[in-house]
């Protein structure tokens, strides 16, 4: 099993997703695993075709932004304490350390520092 949410230090963020869409009506979920990792100076997006990752899954892999720099990935919590890592020791079971938001910066050329906010609905 794997933790809903995963945030690791050097700014890589993996979490399941709902609402995958399936327009050929394959049989699968509507889950999705997706990895968002910055190598080098690229924003790449991997995603999983399945939800049960076994050890040869392999990712398909997009690339997403050139010119990123300086990306940081943080957990949020219901009392606004930022986290560079998720889950956090000791937050389960801790309702005023529940996961409210997750907060992105980088810097991107020519535009400069970019940061966006995504609310986390209960659940």
Do not use: C
């Not at 300086?70 to 350390?97: H, I, K, M, Q, T």
Request: hydrophobic share 40%.
């Amino acid at each position: 099993p794997r933790d809903p949410l995963l945030i690791q230090t050097d700014g890589t963020l993996e979490f399941s997703r709902a609402g995958w869409q399936n327009p050929l009506q394959r049989i699968r979920s509507n889950l999705q695993r997706v990895v968002y990792r910055l190598e080098g100076d690229i924003l790449y997006r991997a995603y999983f075709l399945t939800m049960d990752l076994t050890p040869d899954a392999e990712p398909q892999v997009q690339k997403l932004l050139g010119g990123v720099s300086d990306l940081e990935v943080l957990a949020v919590d219901v009392s606004g304490n930022e986290y560079a890592f998720w889950p956090v020791a000791g937050s389960e079971g801790d309702p005023s350390r529940a996961l409210a938001g997750i907060r992105l910066r980088f810097e991107l050329e020519p535009y400069g520092a970019i940061e966006r906010l995504w609310a986390v609905p209960d659940v």
